[in-house]
């Protein structure tokens, strides 16, 4: 599935507030949906590029041979998921902001990790 397909699929995700699809080597989206006054993907998404790039690192470091699936940013009244692209020809990730309160992270997640094996970049 494209990029804006999956974006769009993304946002079925019960309780889904916004998403964007991020380029790991530069930090800069790819495609971005939902969001708003409150919720700045583009800021957020490049953020989060220096936490993915960080545990990769101190994986290294570690000299632990196994890369990272998914990451969960616990808020008080939301969660981000970061999920990176499980091809190891592809340096994105999808970025997921979800109501705390409306969403079902088991769930989530779930869905996430189906729409990441499908996209293609």
């Known amino acids: 599935?494209?990029?804006?397909?999956?974006?769009?699929?993304?946002?079925?995700?019960?309780?889904?507030?916004?998403?964007?699809?991020?380029?790991?080597?530069?930090?800069?989206?790819?495609?971005?949906?939902?969001?708003?006054?409150?919720?700045?993907?583009?800021?957020a998404a490049a953020g989060s590029t220096e936490v993915v790039?960080?545990?990769?690192?101190?994986?290294?470091?570690?000299?632990?041979?196994?890369?990272?699936?998914?990451?969960?940013?616990?808020?008080?009244r939301q969660y981000h998921i970061i999920r990176q692209a499980s091809r190891s020809s592809v340096t994105v990730f999808l970025y997921l902001v979800l109501d705390r309160e409306r969403a079902n992270l088991a769930l989530a997640r779930h869905h996430l990790r189906r729409i990441e094996g499908e996209l293609v970049v």
Do not use: H
Not at 11 to 16: D, H
Not at 27 to 42: A, K
Not at 53 to 76: F, N, P
């Open 1 to 43: 599935m494209d990029i804006e397909t999956a974006l769009k699929e993304i946002m079925t995700i019960e309780g889904a507030l916004g998403a964007a699809l991020v380029d790991l080597e530069t930090g800069m989206c790819l495609g971005t949906i939902g969001g708003g006054d409150d919720l700045d993907l583009e800021l």
């Open 53 to 76: 790039r960080a545990k990769a690192q101190t994986l290294v470091a570690l000299g632990m041979d196994d890369q990272v699936e998914d990451m969960l940013i616990s808020l008080s």
